[in-house]
């Protein structure tokens, strides 16, 4: 017998059958197999050579080889079918032959070098078919040393395999490193991973093997770092789809301490759009899932959730980066959205993204608008696969920002891009919940869903079109939106229904029909707040179809070129368009006819608003502008012979208020006084020969004067949209005269006011002659209401004052008019550059300030009589309530309904069915009503409101919302509100820049300033926002409370964007820097007590302001608030960023510059941002002396925190520190500082009207800003000037602060409580060596020692407001503490052992004294300290047992006590009847009153400051009870933690 047949038998004895040209059948189980021919060979020595030349010539064979390498046949019980047991996955459950053999020990090392011998014979021979790669005899060969149970031969395994690494190709190299985790033995890894990590750098085509394999091996920390950088610096030129792998690999390789390394250099080196590009152009075939970007935020997304640590150090690295917006900032963005969606690290994400949004404006960190559209924009499948965290970020910006704010736009930005570039999905989620944001009735959160809305619209109509049912929803709940905001909901509803046909398609018109029927029924209602809705609406309706883009016919003409069918289609849209624009405004027309003059007024106004926005179509506006126009002239403008036809003068008729005596034209006011009518006045004026205005005037309800403004504003821009904003044609309204009351005589007695009945003329009698002291219209002719002579002014005011209350009141109603009408005519004339226009214009203005201190004076003279003067009640301007529209107002008892005018008829007498039976047309208020509508108008007169009858089951008296007296006594006390606004255009006016010369520059008066400025300051602050300003969400007025918005229907500041408001501003912003130069110089030329300015009296200034006597300084005073509030508010808008605004930035620095001394416009042209910045920090600090009283000193101080938070990297803290003491203090952190102490000290007038708020301003500047230390400064304050009134000073004031008082003790101990901690928080901790380190936390925790223990030094009136603050800073001091400060001392314990304890037991006495305080919370029973005690509590022990575990890692437990705290008052006296009488062991201490005592047994008093034993003294005389607990320890530090 051979060897081969010996082995045969030997094999199949052992239970394997060898079967010749065929796969080998197993018969027994492997393990038994294995067994049996090892005990063969054990016996018989030679057999195992034997066998191991039987399998070598069994491998030999390239035919066969394969039958031993697959898994082999099993025999079945029978015996009778051989076949292949698989599993239910197909794997084979049985080995292949040579497998089988490698668990034999005597033959495994042998078979093992031969298997890796035959690998270079199959070399080249097999092919790269990927497809064919499991059925290849290489990977076969390699297959059969995975996973074995054991190998003898490791080492030699290791070493033979990576010998074959260096001559096999590629292909199979891939397959050697990718089986090494399976095949090597842990012993070898180290030796591998070096081998691995050295062919990085030399086969890049092999990185993703080696990546996976060395991730699946234990390599040492140094070989990892070495691959991490070999992979950094191959990823700028690494393929694409490599990426993802490389990425998960370096994060899941990186630890704790070398993370931040590592995620900085990622951030530097991957170029995320260079991969967005390159595999945009590579495969266009594979799922938006599947390219490379989106495999590598998965990837980093897989990491981030799963390595705490990682999360830290990114979060750490983005909240301190300083580096400028780039590639990295994309990769941020991605990162804080997977974070986000950790619940834990929420709020933690929500506050670097407020920082990061709310930058100051020179930081190049800041995410602008621009910057997360424009990502959202290029990296679309990235931000589809992260939707839910960018929505979830989006809607809580939506939430929290304040109207008109950074954070708000940013949050504009991200919906508007995610909706334009992600699919349908996303689009449903995002219009469903702008939907629930307007729905949620927030102010803020409606405005900005509101504009999210629109702007999608604009730019995504298509897109946005399926969606539309979610904003069709929303016309439910409109009535309880503002006018702006419905205004919004109408332009974007308005552009969906009109899509399909801008493009001359005319299916699917239902969306236009009903929002048709809609808007048709809210114009026929009879409450008055349903029909502003409907006349928003159908004039946003009208603005989408009479638009400029709508209707186009000369430009499709012109493409058709003139007859061609190419513009057939387009033609017919526009007719169709033209048709319905023009049967919108028809029923717009026709439901005025049964309306209310008010009604007509918010018609024209809205009409206006449209005009101005460019939003109606030439053709349109033409016919508009012809009827309006015509009906004005008709209705209220006249002669002078005109009115003598029409009135009963002794003479010539006297006109008030003409600027040119040979203008003939005047407005007739008197002719449409609502009050004049109901007194009966009207029949006495005019002659019997006139004809009744009825005839030509629509009879409807209140007041014709009512539109009058409105009507004024449509014309005007109307004329300017036609004629290239020229106003020559109306320009005589410019200078005509009023015409505002009859000559009514006086002087004779008058009957009772409260008796007079309405439409009795005998109540009042014509003057006898033209020129008769009591003619009241000779008294009010010509300009004696503004007259400048300001004496003889008041005596005609203290005079009119003293008529009878029935010609006062119909004098109120025609000057609230006037007022109204010259502040249209200052809008309408103001940007008109002709030298006479402006003229004009600033004489109207002077006009306007005196009108309307006569306008008040009057209104507080009728305060209490019957008849007190309101505009609405009087019809002057649209009702407040929301009460029937359709009820008349009827002065003074008038009745509301009657059939005839001279019959009146009880609204109670008529009942419902006989409206239906008879075939009358009720007449109210002048309207003929209809059947239907005088059902409604009796209902609503009989029944009580709901809300009014509840109220006054319960007994509360209901809150007037209409024009009762609370509201009247509102427009006593300031009427400005409920005039027309001032628009952007009036503001012009201040601009000095087109002027033609200065000697014939008309001069404002600071009454005409004052007025001007008022209303620029309103709409300043209304709209820009302040920088980082913390206010509360419903702190915001109501809609349409706003300033000067309840006569304006349509209000242009309301209605605009931050952003336009301030491009309008823009212009003059240096104009108004040199009103306030001219303002200050003038106060400071009539009062002598401030300095003047060199450069504000060396310079020739030109005059800007007219003074005519003394008393005019108070009014430029008032000027001066006004300019220092409105560029204060300026420099601190929150949309001056560097990257969107910087051209915008730099115009404000250097308009601020120019006003400074030697500083010209070629100067200013090569000057950088820095540059400017000190020039205008310069300039605003020169200004100062100027200031009388502090409140202006305070503006001053805003002022420069905001320019010098234009330059943050100009005077950097390293550059301060290597200046000298001098140089500090001329910084411009330094002249803060001292600024803000100048103000502390009162050097200005008026320090005692210093609010709490603004207190805790000069405090926190003049710390932080100190230029040589600001810890050190903080110091000072809480141990020598706080404890000054407290001491008992002479009138509780301290002699180093001024301000400092017991009534001001409480807003400036907040202020350097918060400080502290913000200095603390901020402080660079890593930065500090241990000595300096120790020394910055003495420092800390003495000052935070001395804060506390002020506290046990309060009076009882003072403990207040003061123990709640202490509480609240001690929370955020003990925070700080636990997570920045007790980690720092733990590096360094074991070098400063004395000096870490002495921190640890100063420190120990504020949490005792916090303590106290929270137990005195509930013996005072203060809800507001009791609300701040359980989390201090809760950080309280937090910090003790972070104490614990700092002893315990440094080995001296021995060193402290953990013990129950003794109980103690707010002053510190032990409370006798709660001292434990035993101590309470350990396992049932309560952990809210533990403590860790840090002295010894001779420290244990409080104010023994002595310094405690040695740690090494004390560890000897640690407890076994002391160790014991330190697990327990460690648990509730660990719960601690998750909470």
Known sequence: MNSSQRCRQAIDSCGVDIVEDGLPIQKAPSALFRYKLSEAIREDEDLGSQLGDFLDDLLSNHDSISLYLD??????????????????????????????????????????????????????????????????????????????????????????????????????????????????????????????????????????????TLGSLECSSGLLQEARSSVISQLLSAEPIDIPVMMRFLLQSVSSDVATPTILRIR?????????????????????????????????????????????????????????????????????????????????????????????????????????????????????????????????????????????????????GAFGAM??????????????????????????????????????????????????????????????????????????????????????????????????????????????????????????LGGENSLDTARVEEAAGGSSTMATQPQAANIQALRRAVQLLEMLMDSGRHQSWTFVSMTYDELAHIVETKGLHRQLLTWLHENVSSRFAAQFLSDIDGLAERYVCPGQPSVALSLDEEETTVLDIFNHNGDAAGYGMHKLAKRQDQPEDSESVPRLRGCMLACLPSLLRLIQVCEKALSQNSLAEIDALLVCGIFLLPPIDIATPRTSFVSLEPGISGSFTIADSSSSANNASRLLAGNALVDVNEDERRALLDSICHWQPELRRILCSSLYTAANWIREIVNAF?????????????????????????????????????????????????????SLSARPSVPFGGQALRIQPSTPIDAQAIEPNELHSSGLLVEAGGLLLSQEDTRKLVSGTIDMQPAEASMKKRGRKRKSGGFGTSTTEDFAKSLYPFLRELSFSAFQILDLSHEHSAEHRPLLSPYGLWVILRELSAAVSSKLVRRAEKRHLWASKPPGLQFGTLATFSSNIASSTASKMFANLLPIFPSLLAFLDCCLETRARYCHDVSMPDRLSSRNRPRLISIDAPDDVATVEQ????????????????????????????????????????????????????????????????????????????????????????????????????????????????????????????????????????????????????PHDSMQLAYEYATQILPGPLQGTADGVDKTLAVLRLSTFAPCYKAVSQTLAALVQNAKLNELSGSDLLQFCSVVVDAWMELCRITQKLNQSMQRSVLHLALRSGYTMTDVFAKTIIPRLDACFFAHREEVVAVLQRMQKCTRILQSICNHSKVSKDTKLQSAVPQTKRKLEQLIFQVYMLMSNNDSLGAIDLGTLKHRDVHGQLVGSQIPRDQLESDSESLESLDVSMASESEQSEDNAAAPQRITEKARRGNGRAIGSRNKIGKRIELLQRR
């Not at 199959?122 to 499991?134: H, K, L, R, V």
């Not at 996973?147 to 292909?171: A, N, R």
């Not at 493009?503 to 009879?526: C, E, H, P, T, W």
């Not at 006003?1155 to 200004?1183: K, N, P």
């Open 268 to 416: 530097k080196r991957l170029d995320l759009e260079s991969v967005v590009l390159a595999s945009r152009y590579q495969d266009r075939s594979k799922d938006i899932d599947q390219t490379p970007d989106v495999l590598i935020f998965d990837a980093i997304a897989t990491c981030l959730r799963s390595h705490k640590h990682l999360r830290d150090a990114w979060l750490k690295i983005i909240s301190t980066d300083t580096d400028d917006v780039g590639s990295h900032t994309t990769l941020d963005i991605v990162v804080l959205l997977i974070i986000h969606q950790i619940t834990t690290y929420t709020k933690r994400v929500e506050s670097i993204l407020r920082n990061k949004i709310d930058s100051v404006s020179s930081q190049p960190t800041a995410y602008t608008p621009q910057l997360v559209e424009t990502t959202i924009q290029k990296f679309p499948a990235v931000f589809s696969t992260q939707f839910a965290a960018l929505l979830s970020v989006s809607s809580w910006l939506i939430r929290t920002s304040s109207l008109g704010s950074q954070g708000s736009r940013v949050a504009q930005a991200i919906v508007v």
């Open 1119 to 1266: 000027c001066i608030d006004l300019l220092l509030q409105t560029v204060s508010t300026v420099l601190h808008w929150d949309g001056l960023q560097i990257g969107s605004e910087h051209s915008s930035l730099v115009a404000i620095l250097s308009a601020l510059a120019r006003q400074g001394q030697h500083t010209d416009d070629e100067e200013l042209a090569d000057m950088e941002v820095s540059a400017l910045v000190r020039r205008s920090f310069d300039y605003i600090l020169g200004i100062a002396p100027a200031v009388a009283v502090s409140s202006r000193a305070l503006d001053i101080l805003r002022m420069l925190v905001a320019v010098r938070g234009f330059a943050p990297l100009y005077e950097t803290k390293e550059e301060v520190c290597c200046m000298g003491a001098e140089q500090r203090n001329n910084t411009m952190d330094g002249q803060i500082s001292s600024f803000a102490q100048r103000v502390l000290n009162a050097e200005w007038q008026g320090s005692e009207s210093l609010k709490p708020v603004d207190l805790e301003y000069l405090v926190a500047q003049h710390i932080t800003k100190n």
């Open 71 to 212: 898994p082999m046949s099993q025999a079945q019980p029978d015996d009778t079918e051989l076949s292949t047991v698989t599993d239910v996955a197909g794997i084979p459950q049985t080995e292949s032959l040579v497998r089988l053999m490698l668990g034999v020990d005597a033959l495994q090392t042998r078979l093992i070098s031969t298997l890796l011998e035959k690998f270079p014979e199959y070399i080249g021979d097999e092919g790269n078919d990927e497809e064919a790669g499991a059925t290849k005899i290489s990977a076969k060969l390699l297959r059969q040393l995975r996973w074995l149970d054991y190998v003898i031969d490791s080492s030699g395994l290791t070493e033979k395999l990576l010998e074959t690494l260096g001559f096999v190709p590629v292909d199979m190299q891939r397959e050697i490193i990718l089986a090494l985790p399976d095949i090597i033995s842990d012993s070898d890894t180290n030796e591998v991973s070096k081998v691995l990590a050295g062919m990085l750098n030399e086969t890049p085509e092999l990185m993703l093997c080696i990546l996976e």
């Open 423 to 544: 699919g349908m999905f996303q689009r449903q989620e995002i219009s469903g919940e702008l939907a629930v944001h307007i729905g949620s009735g927030n102010l803020n959160e409606v405005d900005t869903a509101t504009r999210i809305y629109l702007e999608l619209a604009q730019r995504h109509p298509r897109e946005l079109r399926p969606f539309a049912v979610f904003i069709k929803g929303l016309l439910d709940y409109v009535d309880n939106l503002s006018i702006d905001h419905i205004r919004s909901i109408f332009d974007t509803l308005g552009i969906l229904s009109t899509l399909n046909n801008s493009s001359g398609s005319a299916q699917d018109d239902s969306m236009f029909n009903d929002l048709y029927i809609y808007v048709r029924k809210q114009l026929s209602s009879v409450y008055s707040k349903y029909n502003r809705i409907g006349v928003v609406g159908t004039v946003s309706l009208l603005r989408q």
């Open 830 to 882: 103001a940007d008109q550059n002709t030298e006479e226009s402006r003229a004009r214009v600033v004489q109207r203005v002077n006009q306007l300030a005196h009108i309307e201190a006569d306008l008040e004076a009057l209104a507080v003279s009728l305060r209490g009589n019957a008849g007190e003067f309101h505009p609405g009640a009087a019809g002057l301007i649209p009702e407040l309530s929301d």
